[in-house]
């Protein structure tokens, strides 16, 4: 029996990780194009993955390229997706995986469709693995308990699950990419196992950044507005569909400066940091999902991703 314990304790240390202040992440320039790690050669496409393996709550990005391809459809981790198009470079899909996701090898399938209606299928072993996470305990206000009920956050997450399940085929994202909303200090990490007046278990969906009321919050990237109004949880709270399966999510605000259906530019300001639903304390949330997986946002927006070119200035006299 004491064996016992002492191996699912050493499991939970391998499975969680304490952040230390120093490893806390800074608002960084997204990385330069990478080497594939893996090159794959089926039915004339060619494959090309840019990770190792993926860790829980991260994704990995995947290219397939050949002059006839006119589509690609992706199964993972029981998700269908569709790859995005880059003018005259093939096509982009990115592979998310869950938070709690068993670790393990899992097969990517995808379905590729070339120009004379020929479809090839393209099967590649993705590596899981641990993801690292802390755990937090938090108190939460008597005035603020109910909130604590898992039957709430059950319900918040259902509604906004439902919201993931469009796949909008089309890409709003623009060559300004995806930023953070706030250049300031990150507080409580992406992924932590919470523990709500020591009765309720949680995961945190994002990350949390340290502000004041009233600062501005600005678009991640281009988009469209698919929710702007109030939740229990998050509070006065904009959620942003950037296309092909990628959403950001901005809670406790204080103030929202958009509307659903709002066409969005990157960097545009779509509210004001504030305290709203189940908070604390002044503080702004941030967080994303891919595929209909909560990621970890501070990881994406470091990654390379490709961006469309930006359009050509029209020159011409008039």
């Known amino acids: 029996m004491h064996l016992l314990k002492l191996l699912i304790a050493v499991l939970f240390l391998f499975s969680v990780t304490i952040v230390s202040a120093q490893e806390i992440p800074e608002p960084t320039v997204p990385a330069s194009r990478p080497t594939p790690t893996t090159v794959i050669m089926e039915g004339g496409a060619i494959l090309e993955l840019y990770f190792e393996s993926i860790a829980q709550g991260r994704v990995g990005l995947v290219h397939i390229y050949d002059s006839d391809i006119t589509n690609v459809r992706a199964s993972f981790l029981e998700n269908e997706f569709e790859f995005f198009p880059m003018p005259e470079d093939g096509y982009y899909g990115l592979l998310a995986v869950g938070m709690e996701q068993r670790i393990g090898t899992y097969n990517l399938t995808l379905i590729v469709q070339f120009a004379d209606e020929i479809s090839s ?36 997450l259902a509604q906004l699950e439902s919201i993931f399940d469009t796949f909008t085929l089309e890409q709003f994202w623009d060559e300004s990419g995806f930023q953070w909303p706030l250049e300031v200090e990150l507080t409580s990490p992406f992924g932590a196992f919470r523990v709500f007046n020591e009765t309720t278990n949680s995961r945190h969906t994002g990350w949390d950044m340290r502000a004041q009321t009233g600062v501005p919050v600005t678009a991640t990237a281009a988009g469209r507005v698919v929710f702007a109004g109030v939740l229990d949880l998050r509070g006065n709270y904009v959620l942003i569909d950037h296309g092909y399966g990628i959403y950001s999510g901005y809670a406790h605000l204080s103030v929202v400066h958009v509307t659903r259906g709002q066409n969005i530019s990157a960097g545009q300001i779509i509210g004001q940091v504030g305290s709203s639903g189940r908070s604390g304390g002044v503080h702004f949330h941030w967080e994303m999902a891919v595929n209909r997986e909560w990621i970890d946002s501070v990881e994406l927006t470091a990654m390379w991703m490709p961006l469309p070119y930006p359009p050509v200035a029209n020159t011409e006299s008039p």
């Open 121 to 156: 299928t393209v099967i590649a072993p993705i590596e899981v693995v641990l993801g690292s996470f802390i755990r937090q305990d938090i108190t939460v206000s008597e005035e603020l308990g109910y909130l604590v009920d898992p039957e709430v956050e059950r319900h918040e």
